[in-house]
């Protein structure tokens, strides 16, 4: 099974100064959940957040949000960021 992240939006400015962007996370193109990655508003573009991050019930317990957020850490590498950050809520 491949997971590929799919881009579902153009890279987003934002008045701050941080980009964004929203993709759809797809196991062999069928899409199977969510993630937004985006620029820190304090540190700015050296530093990328996982702001969200969702698996369809279905598809969860199979490492596909571990390879959703392995890539997404590609594509802040291709945006020059240095280090990136994910938080968890309760």
């Given at each position: 099974?491949?997971?590929?992240?799919?881009?579902?939006?153009?890279?987003?400015?934002?008045p701050?100064?941080?980009?964004?962007?929203r993709?759809?996370?797809?196991v062999n193109s069928?899409?199977?959940?969510?993630v937004h990655?985006g620029?820190?508003?304090?540190?700015?573009?050296?530093?990328?957040r996982?702001t969200?991050?969702?698996?369809?019930e279905?598809?969860?317990?199979?490492?596909?949000?571990t390879?959703?957020?392995?890539?997404?850490?590609?594509v802040?590498r291709?945006w020059?960021?240095?280090?990136i950050?994910?938080?968890?809520?309760a």
């Open positions: 099974m491949t997971t590929t992240l799919r881009p579902v939006e153009p890279l987003q400015q934002n701050d100064g941080t980009r964004s962007r993709y759809q996370v797809c069928r899409p199977v959940g969510a990655l620029t820190h508003p304090v540190f700015g573009d050296a530093v990328a996982i969200s991050l969702r698996v369809e279905p598809d969860r317990r199979r490492g596909r949000g390879v959703a957020a392995l890539a997404a850490e590609e802040a291709g020059g960021c240095r280090r950050e994910a938080t968890v809520p």
